[in-house]
């Protein structure tokens, strides 16, 4: 003070700061009992809304002139939100400028808000707990869910295993699409202020394990269903499909009717299919499965020309101890049985027949469900099946078409016999007298 005079006295003006002056200001009036709290940039303070017009919100935050939430701020406030509030409703506010060029305390509440939320999920981190949302979005690695104000995010991998046993489809839009509105429980598993991160996860909040999931899938299984599900691994034995949440088996033999050597000739991972369910075992927690039951089996409209009883052309292929395979068609093989090649006698097929041999075949089984045709060399001739091979032989002949006439036909078509020869000679009269018998009519002419 004692410089201010000494200058003032030599007529020199004292330079002026204002930070010193705010703050000698501020000292000034908390001396006098007069102490007003000054705003700071970046600061979240609680105010009251004392009034509300188009494009403006005023707000009392304990400084001589009201705070301004309007343009852009303004404009960021949800409508929802904004419709809730009203005068006198204390609200956070965040302290964008203290005093602007007009003297107005500039504030935001969408920033304060977003600040203040960001300390909640602060504290639901540090204090573990969970909290119930709605699914509102998604991308390609997971769920968006809403926290406190906050838009979190839920990884595929922290999804309950109940929800992800519902997947279908291989987009975005296909496998989370569906669960847009429903309702679900999260715990906050990470929270980055800096680079606006919050990762949720549903499993976190979900006491049910994977075995818990799998008893209760066992549980309401029934042998017949057909349900959904995805391929999540493939051995040499079969592929493990998942349905509903529980692992089951399609063995090697049940994912296709063609001979497959390994399941990655039809399948991969990740691959949704559709399965039956052929077994359930309760005590064991298993689950057996089956693709190939769902589609038609291409071997019963091979073999829909052939009948019991028919005789077909066969190639030996192969000898055993059993009996022979024989190839019939082109793609067709069937076992003629050691007892049915011979009606002598024989300790090997081969005392018989050998590899390459066109033969006449008779079938004689046809067993679809295990894909056997049963055929028989001795009963070729067999006289049981004498009148199927005479409707057999007319029948290549109607398809010549050259049908050949029953014999009463062929007999009336003829008709009478011829008579015997001393009739015909009857018929004819008295033969004719030779040339030197013959009387003279010579004269007469």
Known sequence: MDQNNAQLEQGETPETNPVENHTNMASLLEEEGLGIDFPQAG????????????????????TKSEGVISG??????????????????????YVINPEDQNGNVVLSYTRA??????????????????????????????????????RGFVPASQISLSRRSRLSGDSPEQMWGK????????????????????????????????????????????????????????????????????????????????????????????????????????????????????QSDPWSQRVSHLQI????????????????????????EGLIHISEISDKRIE????????????????????????????????????????MDWQSIEGIIADAGEIAAPAEDIIADAGEPEAPAEDIIADAGEPEAPADEQPDTSEQA
């Open 43 to 62: 600061e979240i303070r609680k105010g009251v809304v004392a009034s509300i017009t188009p494009g403006q919100i005023l707000v009392s935050v304990g």
């Open 72 to 93: 852009k701020e303004f404009e960021l406030i949800p409508p929802e939100e904004l419709a809730a509030l009203a005068v006198g409703q204390e609200i956070p506010v």
């Open 113 to 150: 808000r977003e600040e203040v939320s960001w300390e909640q999920v602060d504290e639901l981190l540090r204090g573990k707990e969970c909290i119930h949302s709605t699914i509102v979005g998604y991308n390609k690695g997971g769920l968006i869910v809403p926290v406190v104000g906050l």
């Open 179 to 294: 669960m847009i509105n429903e309702e679900i429980d999260v715990c906050v598993i990470e929270v980055d202020r800096e680079r606006r991160r919050l990762i949720l996860s549903e499993r976190a909040a979900s006491t049910e394990t994977r075995e818990t999931l799998k008893e209760r899938v066992i549980e309401e299984l029934q042998e017949g269903e057909v349900r959904n599900g995805r391929v999540t691994s493939l051995a040499d034995f079969g592929a493990f499909v998942n349905i509903s949440g529980a692992d089951g088996l399609v063995h090697l033999s049940e994912i296709s009717w063609d001979r497959i050597q390994h399941p990655s000739e039809v399948l991969r991972v990740g691959q949704e299919v559709k399965v039956k369910i052929i077994s359930v075992d309760r005590e064991k927690k298993r689950i057996g499965l089956s693709i190939r039951q769902l």
């Open 309 to 332: 009883g028919q005789l077909v052309e066969g190639t030996i292929t192969r000898l055993t101890k059993f009996g022979a395979f024989a190839r019939i068609g082109n793609d067709l």
């Open 348 to 387: 090997h097929p081969k005392e018989v027949l050998k590899e390459g041999d066109v033969v006449t075949l008779r079938v004689i089984k046809i067993d679809v469900e295990n894909h056997r045709i049963g055929l028989s060399l001795r009963k070729v001739e067999s006289m049981a099946f004498a009148d």
